[in-house]
């Protein structure tokens, strides 16, 4: 192959990923509200999940971005696993357009006439409105343009090759040969992140006569594995149901493939028999393009009648520490016909909630700048468990309860929107904190001290005792409103001009006073159910935990 021939496909190659990764962000850019909320409100059925992936990835011509935006939002809790599954699904089928762009466009259409305008008319867009919507649009246009000139590069390229090579050394010579190409189509796909980078390829090649039909399929079944490696690089440090997403992926394009290396030998059987029958054929790339979207519809039909066991089964597949955590270790349902003893399961458990959610808070107090990833990641499988109390407190209520026994429901319910309250403020906190290093000395130790309190008081486990809980809490707004008194006099001073940071300090200050607040109120509300559900020997020299609670809610 000559040196021109070499930078021909090296170039035209650079054109096209360059063109796809313009049209990509520029769509992404002009659409990107709309992406998001597509997939967090049209995929909550079968239908709508695989029309949500097929549109969108049609549109962006990436199925990685959609993946990745599946991942994200499934990663966030926008989206469940069951819902994600079906947009990755639609999105495997989506990005098999780019061969019916490529083949039906691309190869048959005079590229000056159609590339050479769109990236004149895209660039004026671009400089035009340069961080607008418009400019979005001008740049995928101009992606657009770009992205046919690469193919159109490669295409002449591949003839060139062609003409110089014999198509017996590249054309089918057995297993291995296919099984090689295979191996190419997925290395390409990983290496540039891009199947429609293997795909354009693959067409180019055919088209240009240097590879035949079948060897040209080799390679498109490669790329279709290839793809999923970007979904498991985004998820190698990702919650467990981002992982099951990538693994969903991975297997639906694996069992594609597998239906593809089945069909191959039928399918170009069934082109040679029409051919020889004089049956008018369409060009060798839209008959590779039409491959590669049958055997992806033919994989879509077949996960139709198993997905739901493979989502069940994912779901046992990377359980994390978190999520271990936050899986229900008191709540039986079968006790839920003796309410007392479900009332005390209840109470169980939502101790080992509040315990889960004030050891969050004091781990991250400690070491913010270390922990905070860690504390994150177990935000959400914690809101699980919070679902899981909320919903057998909801089954107890519609029982019939003896006698005081839906008081202490009442503030067991409380109760658990205080710990509900803790980790809302720890994440407003881990989002919010103060940077202590660039604060005044004095109001540096003062916030740091404040923190440590906060942590020593989660810590101790000593939230017990009615009246002393309240003085806990009452000591807690005392001295943030101390705190506060402080800054003003930081700000008065004077000398110390970057006032927004004594803003962060005031905000995690009162972070903190909210966290102790809601500990504090949510053991004084479990105490007063516990008093209810398995009481103690009253004493009269005491007030009641109800009564104290009475009197500080």
């Not at 429609?196 to 035949?212: K, M």
């Not at 053991?523 to 009253?538: G, L, N, Q, S, T």
Request: charged share 15%; aromatic share 8%.
């Amino acid at each position: 192959m000559g040196f021109d021939s070499f930078t021909g496909l090296l170039g035209g190659l650079g054109l096209f990923l360059v063109g796809m990764w313009l049209m990509t962000d520029g769509l992404k850019v002009a659409a990107g509200p709309s992406l998001k909320q597509i997939l967090e409100r049209w995929t909550n059925t079968r239908a709508k999940g695989l029309a949500a992936g097929f549109s969108l990835t049609a549109l962006v011509q990436s199925s990685s971005a959609v993946t990745v935006a599946a991942i994200g939002f499934v990663n966030a809790g926008v989206l469940t696993l069951g819902h994600a599954v079906w947009v990755i699904f639609g999105s495997a089928v989506g990005t098999t357009m780019t061969g019916w762009i490529v083949s039906a466009v691309g190869f048959n259409v005079d590229i000056k006439v159609l590339a050479l305008p769109a990236i004149g008319v895209g660039m004026i867009l671009r400089l035009t409105a340069p961080s607008g919507a418009r400019g979005a649009i001008g740049e995928a246009i101009a992606g657009f343009g770009i992205f046919f000139l690469g193919v159109s590069v490669l295409k002449d390229s591949f003839e060139g090759v062609a003409g110089v090579l014999q198509l017996d050394t590249l054309s089918g010579g057995g297993f291995l040969h296919y099984v090689l190409f295979v191996f190419a189509g997925l290395l390409i796909t990983a290496m540039a992140q891009s199947s429609s980078a293997s795909i354009a390829i693959a067409l180019s090649a055919v088209s240009g006569g240097l590879i035949d039909l079948p060897t040209g399929a080799a390679m498109v079944i490669g790329a279709n594995i290839g793809t999923t490696v970007t979904g498991i690089l985004a998820v190698l440090d990702a919650t467990s149901n981002a992982k099951r997403v990538a693994a969903a992926h991975f297997i639906f394009n694996l069992s594609s493939a597998a239906i593809a290396c089945v069909l191959l030998p039928v399918f170009f059987w069934g082109i040679s028999w029409l051919g020889g029958r004089g049956w008018g054929l369409p060009e060798p790339a839209m008959i590779l393009a039409i491959f590669h979207t049958s055997f992806n519809l033919l994989g879509l039909l077949s996960v139709w009648f198993w997905a739901d066991r493979m989502v069940e089964w994912l779901k046992t597949r990377f359980v994390s520490q978190e999520e271990s955590e936050a899986r229900p270790q008191h709540l039986d349902k079968t006790l839920q016909d003796m309410p007392s003893l479900a009332a005390a399961s209840l109470l169980l458990e939502l101790r080992r909630f509040g315990g889960i959610a004030s050891g969050m808070v004091a781990e991250y107090l400690k070491a913010p700048l270390l922990k905070a990833a860690q504390v994150k990641r177990r935000v959400l499988p914690l809101a699980h468990l919070s679902e899981a109390i909320g919903d057998y407190a909801a089954a107890m209520s519609g029982a019939r309860l003896p006698d005081r026994l839906p008081e202490a429901l009442a503030h067991a319910l409380r109760a658990l929107q205080h710990y509900n309250g803790i980790v809302h403020e720890l994440e407003e906190l881990m989002d919010h904190a103060a940077e202590i290093h660039q604060l005044p000395d004095d109001l540096a130790a003062e916030l740091r001290a404040y923190r440590n309190s906060l942590a020593e008081l989660l810590d101790t486990q000593t939230l017990t005792g009615g009246d002393a809980l309240s003085a806990r809490g009452q000591a807690f707004e005392a001295e943030y409103q101390r705190i506060k008194d402080e800054v003003l006099k930081a700000a008065s001073r004077g000398g110390f001009t970057r006032l927004h940071l004594l803003d962060g300090a005031v905000r995690e200050a009162d972070l903190i006073r909210r966290i102790a607040h809601h500990a504090v109120r949510a053991a004084m509300r479990i105490e007063a159910a516990e008093a209810i559900v398995a009481p103690a020997k009253p004493d009269a020299a005491k007030p009641s935990i109800a009564e104290a609670v009475a009197r500080n809610e």
